[in-house]
């Protein structure tokens, strides 16, 4: 098994890179399949706050912070081994980085 690279800055795309502080929403994320073919979304909620990405091998993890502060890990890329047959294992997709506001609000 290779070892396990703890990275502090992520590119997301072009113009946005995570580094640690960041806050970011990511959607996806895992799911519960039911008998009847109903789908429970399993993911943690954000917003997050970006620690560290972890690589190990082709498996890529976010260690981020939710918004209680506690440590959420997310699946973003690679494969990943099921827990259970009923759990499909979705890797959560980053939709944005939240940037503060540097205009001052209008009265």
Do not use: W
Not at 13 to 28: D, K, N, Q, V
Not at 34 to 57: H, M, S
Request: net charge positive.
């Amino acid at each position: 098994m290779p070892p396990l690279e703890r990275i502090f800055e992520h590119r997301v795309s072009e113009r946005s890179i995570l580094r640690p502080g960041t806050r970011f929403r990511a959607t996806g994320g895992p799911l519960y399949k039911l008998a009847d073919g109903t789908e429970v979304p399993l993911g943690a909620r954000g917003p997050f706050v970006f620690r560290a990405l972890l690589k190990r091998g082709s498996c890529q993890l976010i260690e981020a912070a939710d918004r209680e502060g506690n440590t959420a890990i997310l699946h973003i890329g690679g494969r990943r081994k099921r827990a259970t047959p009923e759990i499909v294992t979705r890797p959560y997709r980053i939709k944005s980085v939240i940037r503060k506001n540097t205009k001052p609000r209008r009265k």
